[in-house]
């Protein structure tokens, strides 16, 4: 098989030609057939937003519980390595992460840590090759995983303490394997074997490249970021467009495995702890056997560890648009206000819910076609930005996203749309947390320094906010600040928009930077 560059501009061509005949055919009668259809769809629009839904039964902020979920997580140390625990029913099945803080990294290591961490529970380790060691993953565990998460601190999200995590699952009866593969890869995995490391680089970076479109809005997101701080700037090298062009130009030589090489030695020699979720007595059982001998094999690490320090230099990111192949577009403006700290944060949260019911899911969504919108919030970084994504339109739904903050700032809601918008930020904060999770998740509250008393203040906040401090929080925080506007979308459609937008929107292609 092979792909046909043409082909999207050949089936735009032909759908052209056929609406250009059906045109041809109809009568002036037809078109106003259509054009009445057409207002009459919008009229019917209207009328279903004004439809009085008190009759049906629904959930009020009376039933909403005022305390926060909350997990208790013990701490104990052996030898080295700490050892968190949550005490919960788990079904027989072990949840364990390993995780080790990250040493500090320079701005062009940063991709190489995102692609070692891809890389890593797909190669061989403890003696064992690649295929070995998946038929030992997949004969006793329930999966292996790599990630890296930031932890941006309470006090200060530009203060982060990142971490590099495996996390393995199985079930009780294979407990022993797990330990034994903790310990492997703990070790380090094979970084020699070339032939299998250029076979899965040529894959991952053509699954990158098949997946642009998928990943263009949070492309766009990122990169709007970026700028703004420095754990915006990481999280952009590791998951961003630096990543992406990134592994495609190593796709052209060898020496990535090299980095690779330094990258593993680098973070297998920090500090280390484990989180595990199962229940008391399983717990008790792993103490007995001193957690398979995991401590004594980790305790012989002695390099030198340079803490993380995150001081990156951030540079502007102006509003532009970047070329992809796709009739629609992905677009998000960003803007960082305020965090967890400030009282506003608890107002902006709100404020992003009432951005996609009020306004935006029913004119960039249900009037404007596109697929999706809405406006997101997180507190613990202070990254605010408003987005659309598969839509077809640009400089309309530019103009929506201005409207949107305008009419919040305004006020322009009332108390059942802000009851609506607290129930949907408290099942956001309320959403359940499976077993196995759940000791990862108090370990990321202590981590951070979220405490309890903390977030029992913020969800007050939540609760208590009035309609007039949600419209000055967004008059402040939003309206009156500069946003940064980032599309992908395709020629055609910019060439189309382009005259139309109020804002320059420089174009650029997906690999300049």
């Known amino acids: 098989m092979k792909a046909d560059p043409n082909l999207e501009q050949e089936e735009l061509q032909e759908e052209q030609k056929r609406l250009e005949t059906i045109r041809s055919r109809m ?279 340079i803490p993380w320090k995150g001081n990156y230099p951030l540079q502007s990111i102006p509003s532009q648009a970047r070329l992809i192949s796709s009739p629609v577009a992905f677009t998000a403006q960003t803007l960082r206000t305020c965090s967890y700290t400030e009282i506003d944060s608890a107002r902006l949260l709100i404020a992003g819910e009432l951005l996609d019911n009020v306004i935006l899911h029913t004119e960039i969504r249900e009037k404007g076609g596109a697929y999706g919108s809405g406006a997101s919030y997180a507190p613990s970084t202070g990254n605010f930005y408003i987005y659309s994504y598969r839509d077809p339109n640009l400089s309309t739904t530019l103009k929506t996203f201005q409207q949107a903050l305008e009419q919040i700032a305004a006020g322009a809601f009332d108390e059942e749309d802000l009851e609506e918008a607290k129930l949907g930020v408290i099942q956001m904060l309320d959403t359940p947390v499976s077993p196995g999770n759940r000791a990862l998740t108090a370990y990321s509250w202590l981590k951070a320094g979220r405490t309890l008393a903390e977030r029992r203040l913020f969800r007050k906040a939540i609760l208590e906010t009035t309609p007039s401090e949600v419209a000055a929080a967004v008059r402040h925080r939003l309206l009156e600040k500069p946003r940064t506007t980032i599309t992908f979308l395709g020629q055609d459609l910019y060439t189309q928009e382009k005259e139309k937008l109020t804002i320059d929107l420089p174009l650029f292609s997906i690999g300049d930077f």
């Open 27 to 305: 009568s002036s009668k037809d078109a106003e057939k259509i054009v009445s259809q057409a207002n009459s769809l919008a009229a019917f629009q209207e009328a279903q937003e004004n439809l009085s839904l008190d009759c049906l039964p629904k959930v009020s902020l009376n039933d909403v519980p005022h305390e926060p979920q909350n997990f208790l997580l013990k701490e104990e140390q052996e030898q080295t390595l700490k050892i968190f625990h949550t005490n919960c029913f788990t079904n027989h099945i072990l949840y364990a992460d390993l995780f080790f803080d990250l040493p500090h990294f320079s701005e062009e290591e940063l991709p190489f840590l995102s692609l070692y961490t891809h890389l890593f529970t797909e190669l061989g380790c403890g003696g064992r090759t690649y295929e070995q060691n998946l038929e030992k993953i997949e004969a006793y565990t329930g999966g292996a995983d790599a990630s890296l998460s930031l932890h941006p601190t309470f006090a200060n999200p530009d203060l982060c303490k990142p971490a590099f995590i495996l996390r393995i699952k199985a079930l009780k009866r294979h407990t022993k394997q797990l330990f034994e593969l903790l310990g492997d890869f703990a070790q380090g995995v094979d970084l020699t074997d070339e032939k299998r490391l250029k076979e899965w680089l040529l894959q991952h970076a053509t699954e990158l490249q098949n997946k642009v479109n998928k990943n263009a809005l949070n492309y766009a997101v990122q990169l709007g970021f970026s700028s703004f701080s420095s754990a915006s700037f990481v999280h952009n090298q590791w998951h961003g467009l630096p990543y992406f062009n990134a592994v495609q130009s190593w796709t052209k030589g060898t020496k990535w495995i090299e980095k690779l090489q330094q990258i593993q030695q680098k973070i297998l020699t920090g500090p280390l702890g484990l989180i595990l979720s199962c229940d008391e007595t399983h717990f008790k059982e792993l103490q007995e056997k001193h957690f398979y001998g995991l401590p004594d094999r980790l305790a012989k690490k002695t390099a030198p560890f």
